[in-house]
């Protein structure tokens, strides 16, 4: 059995980053006055999106 699972990680983590980043792109500012004004939703998709590309790319060189 050959099987990767940072593969199905890879590709989890980068549709829920890409996800949030559409939220908080697309959501208004008012929602953040309780993160200080941190577009939280945006921040947190861009380091999915990141984790999910590096776990999707280590598993496609190991191949």
Known sequence: M???LRLPVGLMFG???LILIGTGL??????YQR???I????WWGI????FGC???FSAKRKK
């Open 35 to 37: 993160s200080l004004g």
């Open 54 to 56: 590096i776990m999707f």
């Open 26 to 31: 697309f959501t208004s500012s008012e929602i």
């Open 47 to 50: 380091f999915l999106l990141i």
């Open 2 to 4: 050959n099987f990767d």
């Open 15 to 17: 549709l829920f980053g």
């Open 39 to 42: 577009n939280v939703n945006l």
